[in-house]
């Protein structure tokens, strides 16, 4: 959450180290403002996927990989993107890696011995 805070508040300063057109910044900033909150459930994705594919069952992670990307961020990217733009986008980002973060680790525990 604070990564999230960090980018959130100085978005506007950040973006445009990288790059001063307008339209980018714009653009650039939504993205800091809405996708960052889902960073720490899709690094739950990647720690799961990781502890799958160490302990030899890789197909936990291939199915959380196919259901983010193909059932859930592009069907939703679509539809939002053209709903809502780019906001619509990055909502679809933040909606699909909250969703399999969170299913990732109800899963990890699940099946990882504590």
Known sequence: ??????????????????????????????????????????GMIQVASSAFNALGKPTPAVIM??????????????????????VGIFAAATIANGIIGIAAYRWSCRIVPS
């Open 1 to 42: 959450m604070l990564l999230t805070g960090v980018l959130a508040i100085s978005a506007r300063l950040i973006v445009p180290l990288f790059n001063t057109d307008a339209d980018v910044v714009r653009v650039a900033t939504v993205y800091l403002w809405i996708v960052p909150v889902s960073y720490g459930t899709a």
């Open 65 to 86: 990989t196919v259901l983010r990307m193909f059932v859930l961020y592009i069907p939703l990217a679509y539809l939002g993107g053209r709903l809502f733009g780019p």
